[in-house]
């Protein structure tokens, strides 16, 4: 309550190159916040600066004929304009051969196992393509936080005429002349049947639960798309966590039962949360792992020697923590992944499914 800004459940910025959405920002009059904040990894208990070509050149756990090569194969990558001819190629069997076994080993197979879990070893080389072309040093964030830019959108689409039902839910979606909404609206069953066109944003799982008119070789087709879940403790401190100014600390350790600590607060100024310094410790885990299903109180206690590698006092700030969770965050992009590209059109006239399942050869 003490804070000026509102927080997002799982850390997000904008890239500078996302044209998209900061031109809707524009368009609607909306304050953006550009920053170059600081990117790491963490490698044999050390913080290393890594996000910028000199940086990778004076990375000191490799010799410079690895440091060049590892710079060549991920400058040769972000250069390629051509994805198309990426993706038959396994990303873990490449890239150990491009950039030498010691590089991969270090710093991008740790981050393909702590991401990816039992499906790093599947991986196509376009999802890799897709993550260093579209990175951009600076980062975007709305003013005022996510919330804020969202009820500014919904304003908008209000004065338009726009109409946005919150707190329903869409218990069936039905085709007949034209398409009819099942919905639980605010606790009351209400049947919707005005659309004559839908856009299903639903992760492809779930509109095959909503939509019974779906034939069985469609649902089929969704049903090999598979995908991971995500958790992220967030800590609020009274002090800094890192010892540096570092954003976003990737740990390249299979051992870690952390794939990231982002430290919101040195990328966005902590007087807009009452002072405070917030961290979030973010994993990507299936909906079924063990972890996923842990209380905020055992993820700490689960993290709690990790995090004392990088800052042995950080307890002692702890002001309170919290855990959020999402099912549905990261598609799992194997090779030749187009070939089961689900269409934005589907079997039912006028219904279009739009999910994160259907960006590629983007993530996002």
């Given at each position: 309550k003490e804070w000026e800004w509102t927080l997002e459940e799982h850390y997000h910025h904008w890239f500078t190159n996302?044209?998209?959405v900061l031109n809707l920002a524009k368009e609607i009059g909306y304050e953006t916040i550009i920053r170059r904040p600081l990117t790491s990894v963490f490698v044999e208990d050390h913080i290393y600066q890594f996000d910028s070509p000199k940086s990778i050149l004076l990375f000191p756990k490799l010799s410079p004929i690895d440091r060049m090569r590892m710079a060549a194969t991920v400058g040769a990558i972000r250069f390629d304009p051509f994805w198309k001819q990426l993706e038959g190629i396994n990303a873990s069997k490449f890239?150990?051969?491009?950039?030498?076994?010691?590089s991969y080993k270090m710093i991008w197979e740790p981050l393909f196992i702590n991401k990816f879990g039992k499906f790093a070893d599947q991986i196509s080389l376009a999802w890799f393509w897709a993550r260093i072309k579209k990175r951009t040093p600076s980062l975007a964030y709305p003013a005022g936080g996510f919330l804020k830019?969202?009820?500014?959108?919904?304003?908008?689409?209000?004065?338009?005429?726009?109409?946005?039902?919150?707190?329903?839910?869409?218990?069936?979606?039905?085709?007949?002349?034209?398409?009819i909404l099942h919905i639980n609206e605010k606790g009351e069953e209400k049947i919707h049947s005005q659309f004559d066109k839908v856009i299903v944003?639903?992760?492809?799982?779930?509109?095959?639960?909503?939509?019974?008119?779906?034939?069985?070789?469609?649902?089929?087709?969704?049903?090999?798309?598979?995908?991971?879940?995500a958790t992220n403790l967030i800590?609020?401190?009274n002090k800094k966590f890192f010892p540096d100014e570092t954003y976003w600390l990737s740990i390249c350790d299979t051992s870690s039962p952390i794939m990231a600590i982002v430290e919101h607060t040195n990328f966005i100024n902590p007087r807009h949360y009452n002072n405070e310094h917030i961290v979030y410790l973010g994993n990507y885990l299936a909906a079924d792992h063990p972890n996923f299903i842990?209380?905020?109180?055992?993820?700490?206690?689960?993290?709690?020697?990790?995090?004392?590698?990088i800052n042995p006092d950080y307890k002692k700030n702890l002001i309170d923590y919290k855990v959020f969770k999402a099912p549905f965050a990261q598609?799992?992009?194997?090779?030749?992944?187009?070939?089961?590209?689900?269409?934005?059109?589907?079997?039912?006239?006028g219904v279009y499914l739009e999910n994160i399942e259907q960006l590629y050869p983007w993530d996002r």
């Amino acid at each position: 309550k003490e804070w000026e800004w509102t927080l997002e459940e799982h850390y997000h910025h904008w890239f500078t190159n996302d044209w998209h959405v900061l031109n809707l920002a524009k368009e609607i009059g909306y304050e953006t916040i550009i920053r170059r904040p600081l990117t790491s990894v963490f490698v044999e208990d050390h913080i290393y600066q890594f996000d910028s070509p000199k940086s990778i050149l004076l990375f000191p756990k490799l010799s410079p004929i690895d440091r060049m090569r590892m710079a060549a194969t991920v400058g040769a990558i972000r250069f390629d304009p051509f994805w198309k001819q990426l993706e038959g190629i396994n990303a873990s069997k490449f890239l150990p051969l491009a950039m030498g076994h010691k590089s991969y080993k270090m710093i991008w197979e740790p981050l393909f196992i702590n991401k990816f879990g039992k499906f790093a070893d599947q991986i196509s080389l376009a999802w890799f393509w897709a993550r260093i072309k579209k990175r951009t040093p600076s980062l975007a964030y709305p003013a005022g936080g996510f919330l804020k830019f969202a009820l500014t959108l919904t304003d908008k689409i209000t004065e338009l005429g726009g109409k946005i039902n919150f707190n329903s839910e869409t218990i069936t979606l039905k085709k007949d002349k034209n398409i009819i909404l099942h919905i639980n609206e605010k606790g009351e069953e209400k049947i919707h049947s005005q659309f004559d066109k839908v856009i299903v944003t639903l992760p492809s799982f779930l509109f095959t639960k909503i939509a019974p008119q779906l034939p069985v070789g469609y649902k089929k087709t969704l049903g090999k798309l598979k995908g991971i879940g995500a958790t992220n403790l967030i800590l609020r401190l009274n002090k800094k966590f890192f010892p540096d100014e570092t954003y976003w600390l990737s740990i390249c350790d299979t051992s870690s039962p952390i794939m990231a600590i982002v430290e919101h607060t040195n990328f966005i100024n902590p007087r807009h949360y009452n002072n405070e310094h917030i961290v979030y410790l973010g994993n990507y885990l299936a909906a079924d792992h063990p972890n996923f299903i842990k209380s905020k109180d055992e993820l700490l206690s689960l993290y709690d020697p990790y995090l004392k590698k990088i800052n042995p006092d950080y307890k002692k700030n702890l002001i309170d923590y919290k855990v959020f969770k999402a099912p549905f965050a990261q598609p799992i992009i194997p090779p030749f992944y187009s070939r089961m590209l689900p269409t934005h059109t589907t079997p039912l006239a006028g219904v279009y499914l739009e999910n994160i399942e259907q960006l590629y050869p983007w993530d996002r």
